[in-house]
């Protein structure tokens, strides 16, 4: 009877199910044959085609565009530099600072973010009057337009004549600082913080919420107290939360661009100028091509160096979830 | 900290009654610290709606002011003045719905497969769309940028509605995933069984059920591609600018005007922060690729 089988399987192995082996003798299923297999994996097509056309192929352009030296106000000057740019990059001390300013925004960026995130997530896992408009306001700053944030920040908080932190801090000897000029990225970290920490507290809540509440009533029972109970049960917990949120968040803010073009335009100086700041300079103010995609690629290279442990986290997520693949 | 939802059950002892009256006065403690940080936090969202009722004398003084008769004519301005924002509100509005609803177009069929009944290889698949999601901007803007130009494409609406539905597409196609897999086994066996084609089964069990899950994607694809900054400025800045680019280079060029900047940054923000509060119980399955729930 199993001598039977083996066709149907094959067929039929489009579905990811084996056809139960030994089974009914031989009776073709209706949904088999190579034609259904096209057809089940027929509605993936556009959304992959695309994907691959609108992304991979403008990647494998730029790697391209790399190995050439290209200005785009010089004619004829495209031609093929194998990897002169990269030198040419590396050499640039912009360049170089602008690597070392990337890890130093985004890690503090995300750190802080994370740290306030958790406080934040905590605050609200419990039942109190008023939570969900303390959830609302808590989102908000992460659905405000960026760039509308940045301004706002720029002009009517760290304004050092009329900035709303002047006036707060005023009474403290602290007077007409000129935020921007002065301690920029720590200006500018505090606007990212204030913008992620909300997009943090979601995703820790959603590990804080499906706490084991029993294990928690326990320790209270055996006598832990608040602190014991947070290190020994809930952060072991929310763990595996604050590892994609970190990693999620490093993913973005790496790529952050329009908080520093508003708030200072990569000054004072090169002090605030990231990767991907640096790149658009490149290519939009010195229309150099080739160090533009030479730098792109370096950002490329330092993003999937987290995106692999990212892509592992997701793997583990999705086993654990339902919907298991 | 006091982290727990359970409090101790009433006692009927007086050290029972005084333990819950100071767990009552802790609980009360906290609640009060939360309401500080949120409004805290809050702040600057409502000095920006604030300082949009304000006149610019009002808005530009030291000690800030917070009574004030308020006035609509900043909204005004932005809507009528010489510099308004209504074209650049139309880019946006166009680019947005057109982009969310290409989006979705994409990513539901593929989730479909993806979910019910997974094609081979769907794992891979998956991660192939959250790898896309990973890839850096900046490391597709120098071709694009240079391909754009050669067509002339440059200020054009369709070249970011492209962009933007690559940009959303992996985020939409693990969400709706994610509410696909939650459509119960039994009841696609049983339109299966009563003779429904896929076609049917789609359109009158799946699609149904998963219309909440759709919206949510809708909403967070939209937040996405109406506060988009790179792409807009590097492709659109001469001469099609959505809100956010035309928001940053009026500013730029105006000079310190606080009052009607702040009007036009909280017309720049209300449908996304509007959004955003209709979808927050969907909002970190969004941010997390469907991961969380």
Not at chain 2, 140 to 163: E, H, Q, S
Request: glycine share 8%; with cysteine; aromatic share 12%.
């Amino acid at each position: 009877m199993t001598a039977t089988i083996p066709p149907t399987r094959a067929l039929s192995a489009g579905n990811g199910t084996p056809v139960a082996g030994g089974q009914a003798p031989a009776r073709r299923r209706p949904d088999a044959g190579p034609w259904h297999a096209w057809k089940r994996r027929l509605p993936l097509m556009p959304a992959l085609a695309y994907m691959i056309v609108v992304t991979q192929v403008p990647f494998l352009v730029t790697l391209w565009y790399s190995l050439r030296s290209w200005n785009l106000l010089v004619p004829g000057s495209n031609r093929f530099a194998g990897l002169a740019e990269y030198r040419a990059a590396f050499d640039d001390p912009a360049f170089r600072s602008a690597a070392l300013n990337t890890l130093k925004i985004t890690a503090s960026a995300v750190v802080l973010a994370m740290l306030l995130g958790v406080a934040l997530a905590l605050l609200l896992n419990r039942k109190f009057l008023g939570r969900g408009v303390v959830r609302t306001m808590l989102i908000t700053p992460f659905l405000l337009m960026p760039v509308a944030t940045d301004l706002l920040f720029k002009t009517t908080i760290y304004d050092s004549n009329f900035g709303f932190l002047d006036w707060v801090l005023r009474p403290l000897g602290v007077g007409q600082v000129n935020w921007l000029g002065t301690h920029a990225v720590g200006s500018l970290v505090v606007v990212l913080v204030w913008e992620w920490a909300p997009f943090m507290m979601l995703i820790v809540l959603a590990g804080l919420q499906g706490e084991d509440l029993e294990a928690l009533e326990a320790a209270r029972v055996d006598g832990a107290n608040a602190v014991k109970t947070f290190t020994y049960i809930t952060l072991p917990h929310i763990r595996r939360y604050i590892e994609l949120g970190v990693l999620l968040g490093s993913i973005y803010i790496v790529q952050t661009f329009g908080d520093i073009y508003v708030l200072t335009a990569g000054g004072p100086g090169t002090a605030t100028t990231n990767l991907p700041y640096y790149l658009y300079e490149q290519v939009f103010n010195n229309f150099t091509v080739g160090v533009g995609a030479a730098a792109g690629v370096i950002v490329v290279i330092l993003t999937e160096v987290v995106a692999t442990f990212a892509l592992r986290l997701f793997s583990g997520l999705l086993e654990a979830s339902a919907g298991a693949v | 900290m006091a982290v727990t939802t359970v409090g101790p059950p009433p006692g009927r002892t007086r050290w029972a009654r005084w333990a819950h009256r100071k767990w009552d006065l802790r609980a009360g403690f906290w609640t009060g610290l939360t309401w500080v940080v949120a409004l805290v936090l809050f702040f600057p969202v409502l000095w920006m709606v604030l300082t949009s009722f304000k006149t610019e004398h009002t808005a530009y003084t030291y000690p800030p002011r917070f009574v004030f008769s308020p006035t609509l004519y900043q909204y005004g301005q932005v809507f009528n003045g010489v510099q308004n924002f209504v074209h650049p509100l139309e880019h946006s509005i166009f680019v947005t719905l057109v982009s969310t609803g290409l989006v979705l177009l994409l990513a539901v069929p593929a989730a479909y497969s993806l979910a019910i009944r997974p094609v081979k290889r769907s794992k891979d698949v998956l991660f192939f769309f959250l790898t896309t999601k990973m890839l850096p901007y900046v490391a597709a803007i120098v071709p694009i940028y240079v391909v754009a130009k050669d067509l002339g494409l440059l200020d054009n609406d369709w070249t970011l509605v492209v962009l933007y539905t690559a940009m959303n597409l992996p985020v939409a196609v693990w969400m709706v995933r994610s509410f696909l897999v939650e459509v119960p086994r039994g009841l696609l066996e049983a339109a299966r069984i009563d003779g429904a084609s896929t076609w049917t089964e789609v359109t009158r069990v799946v699609l149904p059920m998963i219309m909440p899950g759709l919206a949510a994607t809708a909403l967070i694809c939209g937040i996405f591609a109406w506060n988009e900054f790179f792409f807009a400025q590097s492709l659109t800045a001469t001469n099609g600018p959505t809100m956010s680019v035309f928001l940053v280079s009026s500013i730029q060029t105006e000079g310190l005007y606080w009052a009607q900047l702040s009007a036009a940054a909280t017309v720049a923000s209300l449908p996304v922060v509007l959004a955003g509060w209709i979808a927050q119980k969907q909002l970190v399955r969004g941010l997390s690729l469907g991961a969380l729930k």
